[in-house]
């Protein structure tokens, strides 16, 4: 009897052990990637992060940004950031990005480090993934193990850029069939919109919500109009979280409960439609947000990386070898 009992347990616990490595293998990356190519990776990006957000609040948000825009254009393949030439087109000038992505420079102060002890090693993806990772874990936000080994694109795509990243006026449907076709579902979408609890939003993005929306808070909306007018001041900032801007916590999803989401796609997660129970469970439930966010982010991560002899390791993150 007693055997019996824990020979089934032995053979429980093979079988989890052989889905955990089928996992890993399946998924490709693994947190443990560089921890004997390039062991100070972790600190490195972290001592850079920190500086960064002591200097600005704000970069932690900027450079969460840039790894979503990385992922959902062609995959986390670091793609976002190389640069125009004359030549080749790339990701930054695309309409979701001009004038509105921000944090190069510091991915480019990490790579520097990071070069210096490791050279050739780590890919710009992989630093992006940690940064981000850290970012908002700077900022109040949860910390979790990152999954690594992506390697760089040679190339980039303005027009997959263009057509794969959501807009501002996106509808609830839109949102949920774009974040689909990444394999993500109305959930991690959901969960993952919580980014918007920290940063800051251009006034040409929340204009026609805030001018000619029914579901937003009228008071809200009063008050955003006093830096965002009918016309001119396109460039206006406002946070996405009007009550902890530069905190990572779960008060976005308060917000859009009192119909103070800045963004027309924001305030869709709550408009009386399918994610309105979740958008109540994160608003009242903060460990409930903050695991599905990092479930989600790591999920978000995995969106068709390179791997093995795939790509390269860029040794400038601006530009392909
Ligand atoms: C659900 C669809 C989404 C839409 C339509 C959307 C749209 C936007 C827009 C329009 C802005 C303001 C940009 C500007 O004015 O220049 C913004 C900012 C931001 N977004 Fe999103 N976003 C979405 C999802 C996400 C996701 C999944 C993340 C990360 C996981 C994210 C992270 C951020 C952050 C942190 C900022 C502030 C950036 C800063 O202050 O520099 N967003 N987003
Ligand atoms: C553009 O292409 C030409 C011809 O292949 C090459 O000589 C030049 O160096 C390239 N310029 C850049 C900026 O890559
Ligand atoms: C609108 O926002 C104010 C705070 O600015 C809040 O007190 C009020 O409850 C909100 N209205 C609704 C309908 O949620």
């Known amino acids: 009897m007693g055997f019996s009992s824990s020979s089934s347990t032995n053979r429980f616990l093979t079988i989890c052990l052989l889905s955990l490595l089928a996992f890993s293998v399946n998924g490709q990356l693994n947190p443990n990637f560089y921890a004997t190519r390039c062991p100070n990776l972790q600190i490195i990006v972290r001592s850079v992060m920190a500086q960064a957000v002591a200097r600005e609040t704000r970069m932690g948000a900027s450079i969460l940004r840039?790894?979503?825009?990385?992922?959902?254009?062609?995959?986390?393949?670091?793609?976002?950031?190389?640069?125009?030439?004359a030549n080749f087109t790339g990701e930054k000038n695309a309409g979701p990005n001009m004038n509105s992505v921000r944090g190069f420079e510091v991915i480019d102060a990490i790579k520097t480090q990071v070069e210096a002890a490791?050279?050739?090693?780590v890919s710009c993806a992989d630093i992006l993934a940690l940064a981000a990772r850290d970012g908002?874990?700077?900022?109040?936000?949860?910390?979790?193990?990152?999954?690594?080994?992506r390697r760089d694109a040679r190339t980039a795509s303005q027009s997959a850029a263009n057509s794969n990243?959501?807009?501002?006026?996106?509808?609830?449907?839109?949102l949920i069939?774009?974040?689909?076709?990444?394999?993500l579902t109305a959930r991690d979408m959901t969960a993952l919109s919580g980014a918007h609890t920290i940063g800051l939003a251009r006034c040409t993005t929340f204009r026609g919500h805030i001018y000619n929306d029914?579901?937003?808070?009228?008071?809200?909306?009063?008050?955003r109009k006093q830096t965002c007018p009918q016309s001119g001041g396109d460039g206006n900032l406002a946070p996405l979280d009007i009550q902890s801007p530069t905190r990572f916590d779960n008060v976005y999803y308060q917000n859009l409960i009192s119909q103070r989401g800045l963004l027309h796609s924001d305030q869709e997660l709550f408009n009386g439609g399918s994610q309105d129970a979740l958008v109540r469970t994160y608003s009242t439930n903060p460990a409930a947000f903050s695991n599905d966010f990092?479930?989600?982010?790591?999920?978000?991560?995995?969106?068709?990386?390179?791997?093995?002899?795939?790509?390269?390791?860029?040794l400038n993150c601006r530009k392909v070898n």
């Open 165 to 174: 990243l959501p807009g501002p006026g996106s509808s609830l449907s839109t």
């Open 66 to 85: 840039l790894f979503f825009h990385d992922c959902f254009v062609n995959g986390c393949d670091g793609s976002i950031l190389l640069d125009d030439t």
């Open 214 to 223: 029914g579901n937003i808070n009228s008071t809200f909306a009063a008050l």
């Open 294 to 314: 990092v479930m989600a982010m790591i999920k978000m991560g995995n969106v068709s990386p390179l791997t093995g002899s795939n790509g390269e390791i860029r």
């Open 118 to 121: 490791c050279r050739a090693t």
């Open 136 to 149: 908002v874990n700077l900022l109040g936000g949860p910390t979790w193990a990152v999954q690594l080994g």
């Open 177 to 183: 069939s774009m974040f689909g076709a990444k394999q």
